[in-house]
């Protein structure tokens, strides 16, 4: 499983592009002005400890970011989702839980709103080892609750030592999620969900034997 370093751990997850000012036209001479926002974790207090963020806008301009986190006192990793209106401040609606998602997060947002969550589910994971796989979480649109945990659970799509998801939603119920393929150290595998996620079925391999390691 990775646990993805493209830079350092941060402190703080500062989202930006919260608030685009400018014109509607296209002009060299407008001004264009981002504004951070340093997020919040469901505790209450600036999050931290977390990585990695994904972020998309769904169909109604909500924006939705996801982030990893790893708390180094108790040793526990998951993932928290928050979410707003465009221009607004991101608020949190609560914590992945680590049965159904442990890292490697990664979202999408159906033409409907549907919001997919494609991540690697810990089971026994132990200082980096263990066994895990991927997995994709859903909400229905419109009913992103504060709490992640009742939107329904993690489909598992390939249980074998499997890790780093990524997901695109194409339309109102098709899904595609691509993975590493742990048992096959050069393997890339996409499989595919036609009812919203809730149930999956493999459709390609991504990588051609030849281009194997």
Known sequence: MRI??????????????????????????????FTNQRLVSYTGVQATNVFEPAIKVGPDGTIYTAANYHDKLTGVRGVELWSAPFGTALSSNGVIPPARGGQDVDIAVGSKGNLYDGTTYLQSLNNGTGSYGVGVGACPAGSIPTNMSSCYGQQKVDASHTDRPWIAADGPSTVYLSYHDGSQSGQIDVAKSTDAGHTWSSVAEAVSPQLRN
């Open 4 to 33: 993805r370093r493209r830079g350092a751990v941060v402190a703080s997850l500062t989202i930006a592009a919260t608030i685009v000012a400018g014109t509607a036209h296209a002009d060299s001479s407008d001004p264009i002005a």
